[in-house]
């Protein structure tokens, strides 16, 4: 199956600095890559995703980037504020069987805690 | 999000009772998935749903056991529940099945503490 490794595992940034969160995933076969944002007893919601064929996305002060030669994606945040803390989760996904009986499964990194600093 | 909820929210049982969890979405949602969220491991899948009465094992199905007769609905029964089964559980669906076009969107978790 896939694997997919997240780093670092906590980060911590003044307000206003810039954060980077790196993934690296096992299976070329893996076609969309997906980024979730955990707040504290919530649950996760997707922030930004990317297609395989696509090498660089942005939506206002996040971006992520793909290079699929060397199996890594990265999330980037700029201008952080203190409402961007939370866990981040990376995935990678590939289709498994048919339409009728497979599905998208997620394989997910272990996560990074952003802290914010005011 | 408001379309798929989770029910109960916390639940806490003793090592070898049954639990069910439920999950229930209003979209219409052909694919159903069941996720444990665990400290130093993010989300693992459990198992997933293409369509009523069509299940199929993820990376930790162990000691789980799911059905699905009707769309809206994916239980998921632990049937004799164990300590390593603490975790937070969540329920996801996604519309279609090719990856790059469906997104998977999650309820909002059950939290259940093994005794």
């Known amino acids: 199956g896939e694997n997919v490794e997240q780093h670092p595992s906590t980060l911590s940034v003044q307000e206003g600095d810039s954060a980077v969160i790196k993934c690296t995933y096992s299976?070329?076969?893996?076609?969309?890559f997906p980024w979730y944002k955990q707040e504290l007893g919530k649950r996760p919601q997707l922030i930004i995703d990317?297609?395989?064929?696509?090498g660089e996305k942005k939506d206002q002060r996040i971006a992520v980037t793909l290079n699929k030669t060397a199996k890594h994606f990265s999330l980037h945040i700029t201008e952080t504020q203190p409402e961007d803390s939370a866990v981040y989760f990376c995935?990678?996904?590939?289709?498994?069987?048919?339409?009728?009986?497979?599905?998208?499964?997620?394989?997910f990194g272990t996560g990074t805690r952003l802290t914010v600093i005011p | 999000d408001a379309g798929i909820t989770q029910s109960p929210r916390y639940k806490i049982t003793e090592t070898g009772r049954q639990v069910t969890l439920m999950c229930h979405q209003t979209?219409?949602?052909?694919?159903m998935f069941w996720y444990r969220q665990d400290l130093g491991h993010g989300l693992r899948l459990i198992y997933y749903?293409?369509?009523?009465?069509?299940?199929d094992k993820g990376e930790v199905p162990d000691g789980y056991v799911v059905s699905r007769s009707k769309t809206e609905n994916f239980p998921l029964t632990l049937e004799s529940a164990t300590r390593s089964q603490t975790s937070v559980y969540f329920c996801?669906?996604?519309?279609?099945?090719?990856?790059?076009?469906?997104?998977?969107?999650f309820g909002p978790g059950t939290r259940l503490t093994v005794l």
């Open positions: 979209w219409s949602h052909s694919y």
């Open positions: 299976d070329s076969a893996s076609n969309y």
């Open positions: 749903s293409a369509a009523a009465d069509i299940t």
């Open positions: 990317i297609r395989s064929n696509v």
């Open positions: 995935a990678a996904s590939l289709s498994t069987g048919t339409k009728e009986t497979g599905a998208n499964n997620l394989f």
């Open positions: 996801a669906s996604s519309e279609g099945w090719l990856a790059y076009t469906d997104t998977q969107y």
